[in-house]
T-cell receptor, first 113, second 113 residues
Framework: DAGVIQSPRHEVTEMGQEVTLRCKPI?????LFWYRQTMMRGLELLIY????????DSGMPEDRFSAKMPNASFSTLKIQPSEPRDSAVYFC???????????FGPGTRLLVL | DQQVKQNSPSLSVQEGRISILNCDYT??????FLWYKKYPAEGPTFLIS?????DKNEDGRFTVFLNKSAKHLSLHIVPSQPGDSAVYFC????????????FGSGTRLSIRP
């Protein structure tokens, strides 16, 4: 029974390049979340979807960030253009709609040089 | 504006003793609270939760206490084991705003032999 799958696990890119992070939620889960973890800000919610519809994107830092969920089994988080301050670990999580439990993927460690 | 605060970035406890991790929150509208545990290179995993109608919830070695008047919760681990060494995140949310929870910055717990 696979958990939340994220790819790539590590990404190193140069400033100005486009970065796309991918997430496959647990089958049957109808809520999907993108988080960013940094030393300074801890774990912060960027955006979440319910039934593929973005519900709250107030955590998205700026217009350089965008997220999509074209279907129930796939989501992307895109950064264009990337900047060094975007370097962080990005987590995707999903839930079945229960308020208590979100299941996290292993994260994508992004380094923007 | 940090709505959920974990003021101790790290904690070291001897194996077999009690570990107490603390968390404070500012939003009195929060009505459920969670603890997540995170190992290096992995995503956070759900540990235990508590609803605001309770002041204590116990699951094996883990107990969460909630003091609503003080807007404070704590996680007790008894007895502490080497495998408990991890980063612990406190989180809070509102049932009326299902699925959006706010995380603290985390506390790194180290269990020493």
């Amino acid at each position: 029974d696979a958990g939340v799958i994220q790819s790539p696990r590590h990404e190193v890119t140069e400033m100005g390049q486009e970065v796309t992070l991918r997430c496959k939620p647990i089958s049957g889960h109808n809520s999907l979340f993108w988080y960013r973890q940094t030393m300074m800000r801890g774990l912060e919610l960027l955006i979440y979807f319910n039934n593929n519809v973005p519900i709250d994107d107030s955590g998205m830092p700026e217009d350089r960030f965008s997220a999509k969920m074209p279907n129930a089994s796939f989501s992307t988080l895109k950064i264009q253009p990337s900047e060094p301050r975007d370097s962080a670990v990005y987590f995707c999580a999903s839930s079945s709609g229960e308020v208590e439990t979100q299941y996290f993927g292993p994260g994508t460690r992004l380094l923007v040089l | 504006d940090q709505q959920v605060k974990q003021n101790s970035p790290s904690l070291s406890v001897q194996e077999g003793r009690i570990s107490i991790l603390n968390c404070d929150y500012t939003n009195s509208m929060f009505d459920y609270f969670l603890w997540y545990k995170k190992y290096p290179a992995e995503g956070p995993t759900f540990l235990i939760s508590i609803s605001s109608i309770k002041d204590k919830n116990e699951d094996g070695r883990f107990t969460v206490f909630l003091n609503k008047s003080a807007k404070h919760l704590s996680l007790h681990i008894v007895p502490s084991q080497p495998g408990d060494s991890a980063v612990y995140f406190c989180a809070a949310g509102r049932y009326s705003s299902a699925s959006k929870i706010i995380f603290g910055s985390g506390t790194r717990l180290s269990i020493r032999p």
